[in-house]
């Protein structure tokens, strides 16, 4: 009997058999596809995430960006440099989520991939996890089976708080001139952005909704965007994909069992960046296991009481900052990107150095007149 099994390899569930094993416990991965597996995303990584890890991620980066170039509708361009100590890291998730699972690898944690979760049983005081091939036992469970996983169902959480939003990216192979800049685009899609993330070999262009609103046309959209950069997206492949978005706090843990990364709905509302908080939740999830394994009974509630307080009261500014602008996008990209600092606040965001919580009352009362009174 392991001491945890982990369901999903992505950077919630590496991160967590991680963590676990360098702790000495015993840790299998499950994970459905072979690795490594495309999993779509644009791949924009904070390097805040170096401090929670003891080894160099330099060979999952595929490259690392230090400007931001904002358009609206396509013109009115705002350029800044990203004012950080370490530049945004431009990966390839293939790469990435499997570079984790190798480190915990070589710490002891056992990884089975190409075996899919069939159901999973509770037995009083361990899960039994079946799969296609045999069934598995562990004392604790990690469900990190991302936006369209099964597991948190089957643990009981029928009706999670998120906001699901929709998404649509096209892996394009490309020469790329300039593989220092992140492009984002917000006057062609209403209730979201686009994106063009740089790669080593080519571009990460997607498009996202992230408040709601009527059914867009993202294919015709994205084509659009992509002619911009002289790019034909239409010969790439294309993939639409659910994103799990913050909606509130909420319970993440059940008996002997807890939810991580997109199947925990830890996504930014604002920007969409679903790594970092990803690993945010590997990280505490282990570390409330490994107490839980040591005898602590309240250890899996004060894993969701952490991520509530540290991450939730985070996002509870993104939201309210997301529902401002996405709503008024014109507004807000005149009173806050095209500001002088909006650009390198954005960068000091996404790299990890600043909080929403450090800057949105300000934000919000310049898009929101008579902020202060209402809120």
């Not at 990216?169 to 992140?182: G, H, Q, R």
């Not at 509870?316 to 606040?345: C, D, H, M, T």
């Amino acid at each position: 009997m392991y001491d945890c099994i982990i369901v999903g390899a992505g950077p919630a569930g590496g991160t967590a058999a991680y963590h676990l094993a360098k702790q000495g416990r015993s840790v299998l991965v499950l994970e459905k596809e072979p690795l490594p597996r495309y999993k779509p995303c644009g791949g924009g990584v904070s390097p805040a995430i170096a401090q929670w890890f003891d080894f160099d991620f330099s060979p999952a980066i595929s490259v690392k960006a230090d400007s931001l170039r904002f358009t609206w509708k396509l013109g009115d361009p705002v350029e800044a440099k990203i004012a950080t100590e370490e530049p945004v890291w431009m990966v390839r998730r293939d790469i990435f989520d499997h570079f984790i699972v190798q480190q915990a690898q070589k710490l002891g944690a056992e990884l089975r991939d190409n075996t899919e979760v069939t159901s999973i049983e509770f037995k009083g005081d361990y899960w039994q996890v079946n799969t296609a091939n045999e069934p598995i036992t562990g004392r604790y469970l990690i469900a990190a089976d991302g936006a369209k996983g099964p597991m948190a169902k089957w643990l009981g959480f029928k009706e999670r708080k998120r906001r699901l939003a929709a998404a649509l990216e096209a892996e394009v192979l490309a020469t790329v001139k300039d593989k220092s800049t992140i492009h984002f685009e917000f006057g062609l899609v209403k209730n979201g952005y686009i994106w063009n993330f740089p790669k080593a070999d080519g571009y990460s262009i997607g498009v996202g909704t992230f408040i709601g609103g009527e059914p867009q046309d993202f294919k015709k959209i994205l084509d659009e965007y992509a002619r911009s950069f002289n790019v034909d997206i239409k010969t790439s492949k294309q993939y639409g994909y659910p994103l799990c978005l913050w909606n509130g706090k909420q319970k993440l843990h059940t008996q002997n069992a807890v939810l991580a990364g997109e199947a925990a709905c830890v996504v930014d509302p604002m920007t969409a960046e679903g790594i970092r908080p990803s690993i945010f939740s590997g990280l505490i999830a282990a570390g409330a296991i490994n107490e839980a394994l040591s005898g602590d009974t309240n250890a899996l509630e004060k894993y969701s009481e952490a991520i509530n307080e540290e991450w939730g009261t985070e996002m509870a500014w993104a939201q309210k900052l997301a529902g401002a602008f996405y709503r008024f996008p014109s507004i807000g990209y005149k009173a806050g990107v095209k500001r002088p600092s909006g650009a390198k606040i954005m960068g000091k965001i996404l790299c990890g150095e600043l909080r929403y919580g450090d800057i949105a009352d300000r934000a919000l009362k310049r898009l929101i007149p008579g902020f202060g009174l209402k809120y």
